[in-house]
């Protein structure tokens, strides 16, 4: 069974930080591109970041460049979102999403359940 679960949330200060973690079960979560996405009350969810398979090029909205990271621990089979210099409007639940392609290109998504970050102004 395919799961992803996501950790790493809480409540901080305003330019504190957090990292969330995001660890895979029933996959190899180096062979899936992993996506990290953020949805705040009343809004649409968002790509905040992703890297590719094989630790490939990374992506980060212009929002989060130069504070949030995205870096994996195949050991771990776990993919973290180092978030740094926090501030309000960066709460939301965060959520993983690993997406599998197959030989014809094809792709199936997976998500994780979210996790609450709130920035405290």
């Known amino acids: 069974q395919v799961q992803l679960v996501e950790s790493g949330g809480g409540l901080v200060h305003l330019g504190g930080s957090l990292r969330l973690s995001c660890t895979a079960s029933?996959?190899?979560?180096?062979?899936?591109?992993i996506g990290w996405f953020r949805q705040a009350p009343g809004k649409e969810r968002e790509r905040v970041s992703c890297?590719?398979?094989?630790?490939?090029?990374?992506y980060y909205a212009d929002s989060v460049k130069g504070r949030f990271t995205i870096s994996r621990d195949n050991a771990k089979n776990t993919v973290y979102l180092q978030m740094n210099n926090l501030k309000p409007e960066d709460t939301a639940v965060y959520y993983c999403?690993?997406?599998?392609?197959?030989?014809?290109?094809?792709?199936?998504?997976?998500w994780g359940q979210g996790t609450q970050v709130t920035v405290s102004s």
């Open positions: 999403k690993g997406r599998d392609y197959d030989s014809t290109g094809y792709y199936t998504d997976y």
């Open positions: 029933g996959f190899t979560l180096d062979s899936y591109v």
């Open positions: 890297i590719s398979r094989s630790d490939g090029p990374t």
